[in-house]
């Protein structure tokens, strides 16, 4: 299968860049202190990046396409890590708080409490997490074969539990919006 984000990343840049992020991005900034480190794992072409440079935060880029990873690179000037977040050793990073915009959409149920917790490997003690997923029931493919994992709100909650609990971190303000 062709991989949509590498074959037409120019496409998905320009229809996705200009899109204002703050309906999003507001509400989870007010968790974080000035400054914060934030790392947008699936970063795209940097929209989210440069939205949160802006305000003063100091943010990081991780893209799986070469393509998408390049733009944000040259349209938000600070560091892409290119890879898959799948494989890729999170450990090694420390990190105030990760967003997750559309990033975990193509992830089936079945993976994704491991991928959300291999990922947040990097999350410092007090780490904060946005996730933003598709809400409804299975799944759902594009025009460009592109399949989308469906979330109902309590099956997503029981994951982030379970992280939770597993995890170093104490319950902080989970919410989740439909």
Known sequence: MEDFYQRHYFAYHKKTFHIDPSSFLEP?????????SILDVGCG??????WLKE?????????????????AGKHVNCEIIEGDFEIYDFSKLSIDAIIHV???VHVPHD??????KHITACLKQ??????TL????GTQTDEHDRVFYMWHDNDLRMICHAWIQGS???????????
């Open 28 to 36: 989870f900034i007010r968790y974080l202190k000035p400054g914060a």
């Open 45 to 50: 072409s940097g929209r989210d990046l440069l």
């Open 55 to 71: 305000r003063g935060f100091r943010v990081m880029g991780f893209e799986r396409s070469k393509g998408l990873a390049a733009l």
């Open 102 to 104: 559309g990033a975990l």
């Open 111 to 116: 993976k994704m409490q491991a991928v959300f």
């Open 126 to 131: 007090s780490g904060k997490a946005l996730i």
């Open 134 to 137: 598709k809400q409804g029931e």
């Open 168 to 178: 170093r971190f104490q319950k902080a303000g989970f919410e989740s919006k439909g």
